[in-house]
């Protein structure tokens, strides 16, 4: 069975430019998770979907960060414009049902993002 | 202040020795807990739950938790150099739905 798959893997841009990640959950995981790492750091969460509805975006910045998450499965994090502190690694998760039944989120390997 | 906390080491240990890694949290109404670990360069990857107080043994780990104190830990037994890496904590608030982490502390199993 397939995992949590993100791309790209690594990006690079200059500030003030535009960039999206994407990710295909494991089939049947309704929840699906962002979360950004910083190096050193652990995972911060930045929405949570249940199905297609966002249920918890309160960590995420709307004035440039947007998801969504189309007919339930696939998501697209964007971020327009970046700026050089939005360098991190962005996790995808996934999971059978909430995260409060078993904690056992499956993640992506992560896309690695660098804003020069 | 951080809702959970780990020291983030590095934390060496010889090989064959038990390693001891400890977290707290500030969340006195935390329902779940969980120890993900984290290679270099990889993602996070689930080892243990535990939600009742007391320990939790699974092979060579066991998880700890004291919701008095509020703290969890988790003891390696016999640690490999293949145990190097981050090892992250992660709770679950009374929300039930989210996971937030610490920032993990790094192992360093040394031959």
């Known amino acids: 069975e397939a995992g949590v798959v993100q791309s790209p893997r690594y990006k690079i841009i200059e500030k003030k430019q535009p960039v999206a990640f994407w990710c295909n959950p494991i089939s049947g995981h309704n929840t699906l998770y962002w979360y950004l790492q910083n190096l050193g750091q652990g995972p911060e969460l930045l929405i949570r979907?249940?199905?297609?509805?966002?249920?918890?975006d309160s960590q995420l910045p709307k004035d440039r960060f947007s998801a969504e998450r189309l007919k339930g499965v696939d998501s697209t994090l964007k971020i327009q414009p970046a700026e050089l502190g939005d360098s991190a690694v962005y996790l995808c998760?996934?999971?059978?049902?909430?995260?409060?039944?078993?904690?056992?989120?499956?993640f992506g390997e992560g896309s690695r993002l660098t804003v020069l | 202040q951080k809702e959970v906390e780990q020291n983030s080491g590095p934390l060496s240990v010889p090989e064959g020795a038990i390693a001891s890694l400890n977290c707290t949290y500030s969340?006195?109404?935390?329902?779940?807990f969980f120890w993900y670990r984290q290679y270099s360069g990889k993602s996070p990857e689930l080892i243990m739950f535990?939600?009742?107080?007391g320990d939790k043994e699974d092979g060579r780990f066991t998880a700890q938790l004291n919701k008095a104190s509020q703290y969890v830990s988790l003891l390696i037994r016999d640690s490999q150099p293949s145990d190097s890496a981050t090892y992250l904590c992660?709770?679950?608030?009374?929300?039930?739905?989210?996971?937030?982490f610490g920032k993990g502390t790094s192992l360093l199993v040394t031959p």
């Open positions: 998760a996934s999971s059978l049902g909430v995260a409060g039944n078993t904690g056992e989120l499956f």
């Open positions: 992660a709770v679950i608030g009374n929300s039930g739905y989210a996971l937030n």
């Open positions: 979907y249940e199905n297609e509805e966002a249920v918890d």
């Open positions: 969340d006195r109404g935390s329902q779940s």
């Open positions: 535990i939600y009742s107080n």
